[in-house]
Nanobody, 116 residues
Framework: QVQLVESGGGLVQAGGSLRLSCAAS????????MGWYRQAPGKQRELVAT???????NYGDSVKGRFTISRDNAKNTVYLQMNSLKPEDTAVYYC??????????WGQGTQVTVSS
């Protein structure tokens, strides 16, 4: 089993910044991809950003240029730096990791609220 502990969510004004963290622990032998998805009320879960073990990144179109994903492989931790936040970024943000190429694990989610 893999446990994911997310932190860093909260309330921020539009234009502000937040940094999310997600630490993985447990039966970790090879984490391939780490990343973040988000889900706003009434909407489908959508990609925010992912990063491979080699450092290749992928971003959702709505966050490109504003959000930066990074990871610390030694700590099995992924970070999401969110700048220039907008009210439409309000959502529950979920950490996701892929282990051994096929096993997908989700965090419990952390709320991000951006006020206008």
């Amino acid at each position: 089993q893999v446990q994911l502990v997310e932190s860093g969510g909260g309330l921020v004004q539009a234009g502000g910044s937040l940094r999310l963290s997600c630490a993985a622990s447990g039966s970790i032998f090879s984490i391939n991809v780490m990343g973040w998805y988000r889900q706003a009320p009434g909407k489908q879960r959508e990609l925010v950003a992912t990063i491979t073990s080699g450092g290749s990144t992928n971003y959702g179109d709505s966050v490109k240029g504003r959000f930066t994903i990074s990871r610390d492989n030694a700590k099995n931790t992924v970070y999401l730096q969110m700048n220039s936040l907008k009210p439409e970024d309000t959502a529950v943000y979920y950490c996701v990791v892929v282990v051994a190429g096929t096993n997908v694990y989700w965090g419990q989610g952390t709320q991000v609220t951006v006020s206008s």
